[in-house]
Nanobody
């Protein structure tokens, strides 16, 4: 079983940057697709970005395209989300997740294991 722990969240101002990290332990991390999702109060969990096992393929939500970058370091069992030009509407709890079927997908229900989340708050 894979365990995931997110870190790097915080309170920033609009226009600032943050880098989230998700450390994985357990099963072979490098074999699986990893995704980032977020959930704002009163809203459903939504897809942010995903990356293939090798890092060669990525997918982004339209709302973050050009501002956020997902990457991974399989040697460190870690996936990252670099968030630039942050906006107040990016405020949410951010979760990383693993898809054990290794398919690059955007639907939260298709992901098998989740971290506990890290809060990102962007003030205007």
């Amino acid at each position: 079983q894979v365990q995931l722990v997110e870190s790097g969240g915080g309170l920033v101002q609009a226009g600032d940057s943050l880098r989230l990290s998700c450390a994985a332990s357990g099963r072979a991390f490098s074999n699986y697709v990893m995704g980032w999702f977020r959930q704002a109060p009163g809203k459903e969990r939504e897809f942010v970005a995903a990356i293939s096992w090798s890092g060669s393929a990525t997918s982004y939500a339209d709302s973050v395209k050009g501002r956020f970058t997902i990457s991974r370091d399989n040697a460190k069992n870690t996936v990252y989300l670099q968030m630039n030009s942050l906006k107040p509407e990016d405020t949410a709890v951010y979760y990383c997740a693993v898809d054990l079927t290794n398919v690059l997908r955007t639907t939260p229900e298709k992901y098998d294991v989740w971290g506990q989340g890290t809060q990102v708050t962007v003030s205007s």
